[in-house]
């Protein structure tokens, strides 16, 4: 079973930069879609980014585009997201997933979630 754990996730002031960081415990991740989610206080878990594995097609939320990028090191089994311009709203917890298919932005085909990892953007 793929375990994922999230770090990098702290306290920036708005414009500030972030990058998180998600490893992954086994070998099935370099064929797997890496996604990032996050989810607000009060608010349902939404889509960030996703990068698929072979082609590593990227694909991002509006939102984020143009300030988020999603990248990943097969060889290190780890997903990145460098968050930059970053703004309150962006205020969550971010969550990495993992699923063995094509991409996807829809939460309920991801089968693997790590414990998340605290964004917190000061105004």
């Known amino acids: 079973q793929v375990q994922l754990v999230e770090s990098g996730g702290g306290l920036v002031q708005a414009g500030g930069s972030l990058r998180l960081s998600c490893a992954a415990s086994?070998?099935?991740?370099?064929?797997?879609?890496m996604a990032w989610f996050r989810q607000a206080q009060g608010k349902e878990r939404e889509f960030v980014a996703a990068?698929?594995?072979?082609?590593?097609?990227?694909g991002y939320a509006d939102s984020v585009r143009g300030r988020f990028t999603i990248s990943r090191d097969n060889a290190k089994m780890t997903v990145y997201l460098q968050m930059n311009s970053l703004k309150p709203e962006d205020t969550a917890v971010y969550y990495c997933?993992?699923?063995?298919?094509?991409?996807?932005?829809?939460?309920?085909?991801?089968?693997?979630w790590g414990q998340g990892t605290q964004v917190t953007v000061s105004s």
């Open positions: 997933a993992a699923r063995q298919g094509s991409y996807s932005g829809s939460s309920v085909s991801y089968n693997y």
């Open positions: 990068i698929t594995w072979r082609t590593l097609w990227t």
């Open positions: 086994e070998r099935t991740f370099s064929t797997a879609t």
